[in-house]
């Protein structure tokens, strides 16, 4: 029997078991990133489905950006929990990038502007297709400004420019 490597595209396909939600536990491997947005150990969290991540990413306009704690905190506010899971969100969020490109290479459009979408603390993602400088490109065209700052990059000032306000509780 062989196995066939699922696309990236395919790989954006909701489960039918997700969303889930749990109680965050320590031995989390989000644990700590979820903490730090604020749930604490034995609070509700969710895991969500690709879909959900996406339907967030495709409603950031040219000159607005997002982060992933964002699109957590969004999350956790639409399933009445205290968090999402990060690790889940940032996987969902690099195999997005990968099913645009992907797609784009089969002549399809996914509509999904994933260069808007940063690490936290404005962070460019180097696990985007074509790594940080791919994603700086994108960035400049629409007019941020990116700073270098060791082997790490970010959007100068990107707080200024986020779609949604992660404080706003």
Same mark, same amino acid.
């Given at each position: ?114 260069? /808007? ?19 700086? /490109? ?32």
């Amino acid at each position: 029997m062989s196995y066939k490597k699922k696309s990236w595209q395919e790989k954006l396909q909701d489960k039918g078991n997700f969303p889930k939600v749990l109680n965050l536990e320590k031995r989390f491997p989000c644990y700590n990133a979820v903490h730090k947005m604020g749930a604490e150990e034995g609070d509700p969290i969710v895991l969500v489905n690709a879909g959900e991540i996406i339907e967030i990413m495709k409603r950031i306009p040219e000159g607005r950006l997002i982060t992933i704690v964002e699109i957590c905190k969004e999350i956790a506010r639409k399933h009445h929990v205290k968090g999402c899971c990060s690790l889940t969100t940032g996987i969902f969020i690099m195999t997005a990038a990968n099913a645009v490109k992907e797609a784009a290479a089969e002549g399809k459009i996914l509509g999904i502007p994933y260069w /808007r979408t940063l690490k936290a603390d404005g962070y460019l993602n180097e696990k985007y297709p074509g790594g940080i400088e791919a994603q700086q /490109r994108l960035l400049e065209k629409e007019g941020f400004k990116i700073i270098r700052k060791g082997k790490k990059s970010f959007v100068e000032n990107y707080q200024n420019y986020l779609a949604f306000n992660a404080d706003n509780d």
